[in-house]
């Protein structure tokens, strides 16, 4: 099937059409342009762990730190050394990617659960540091007042809506880069990662290289959404790079459907927006959302761009069965004509 009329791919072409129109409803409302941006900022996170997570079947926790540092990073750099933006985020996702890799270099050398453990550790050391280190990161004081873009004297990047392009469009290299992934000889190799490893061994895949650039990439992508979030906000503390960050985002992927192109946008949209829907009631809105994913993952596991993808192959393939079951019948309609002319000329003689 041509990737055009693929039904997954036309879904996830209309998502992001719809949503990079959306200045045109909300231009005027900066507050709804916020919530967005900051939105697609975790989404780009929750790609990174859809490449651990969905295609290698890793559980990263530590995705919360990798965003920390990207995020801590522009903050620092532009405020108390007076860097540039785009400076700041050149170093701040070089940063990242090496400290990802350093850390993929142990935490791979474990599996499954203690994998997830040796992770969430990862992730709570790179909190505390971030956290108690008054004298670099201003521990629980924050970082405020970080730089916006610089746009030459041609974009305003403090305009809310320049922002949302800018992020828009880091977003869609993301998307790209995960469709690219999930069709190359990579993606099907992460796959395969993810169904056996002993038997991705056995054909001879390089399993540990193969996760090991999974898990770079992973944290290369959460100091981007880091980054970004860092200037869409304004103002960035320790909770950026917490633990439950960790576990929105991964909340994020399960919405949205793990090891899918568009299930990362789709589920950090959706989400953010429900968060912001029962804001008032910040403590407790876990327990209406906790039902809500409870009943995702029992009905439709896969995420909602799963399961819709699953009912629309489920469709395709009973329309090419009677398709099939249709064709069959006209081929046979002529031999049974002349079968019943043969039958009349005998009878006939």
């Known amino acids: 099937m041509s990737p055009m009329k693929n039904p997954r791919i ?23 342009m916020r919530v967005i941006t900051v939105g697609m900022c975790a989404a780009i996170a929750v790609y990174g762990l859809n490449i651990i997570l969905g295609f290698t079947g890793q559980l990263n926790l530590a995705q919360g730190g990798f965003f920390g540092i ?18 700041a985020f050149v170093a701040s996702v070089i940063g990242t990617a090496v ?45 405020n007042n970080v730089r916006f873009p610089e746009g030459g004297g041609i ?105 899918t192109v568009a299930g990362p946008l789709l589920g950090s949209m959706i989400v953010t927006f429900l968060f912001e829907l029962f804001q008032d009631f910040q403590a407790y809105r876990f327990i209406v959302l906790g039902p809500i994913i409870v009943a995702l993952v029992i009905f439709a596991p896969r995420g909602i761009v799963g399961y819709l993808g699953g009912f629309v192959d489920k469709r395709n393939r009973r329309r090419r069965s009677a398709e099939a079951r249709r064709s069959e019948h006209d081929e046979s309609a002529p031999s049974d004509s002349a079968a019943a002319v043969g039958t009349n000329s005998e009878e006939k003689k």
């Open 155 to 259: 974009i305003d990047f403090e305009s809310p809506v320049a922002m949302f392009y800018l992020v828009f469009a880091v977003l869609l290299v993301c998307v790209y880069t995960t469709y690219a992934i999930r069709r190359s000889s990579v993606g099907r190799t992460l796959l395969t990662i993810r169904t056996s490893e002993d038997l991705a061994d056995a054909i001879g895949v390089r399993v540990g290289f193969s996760k090991q650039l999974a898990f770079a990439a992973s944290a290369v992508f959460g100091g981007v959404g880091g980054g970004l979030y860092a200037t869409v906000v304004g103002f960035i503390g320790p909770d950026s790079a917490s633990i439950d960050k960790t576990f929105e985002f991964l909340m994020f992927i399960l919405v949205g459907g793990m090891g």
């Open 70 to 87: 990207g995020a801590y990073g522009v903050g620092l750099l532009t405020t108390d050394y007076d860097w540039s933006f785009w400076a």
């Open 99 to 143: 400290i990802g890799y350093l850390c993929g270099l142990l935490a791979l050398r474990t599996k499954d659960e203690y994998f997830a453990i040796f992770t969430m550790a990862i992730g709570f050391i790179i909190f505390l540091v971030i956290s108690r280190w008054e004298s670099v990161t201003h521990a629980h004081s924050g970082v």
């Open 10 to 32: 036309i879904g996830t072409i209309a998502v992001i059409i719809l949503l990079g129109l959306t200045p045109l409803a909300f231009a005027q409302e900066n507050y709804t």
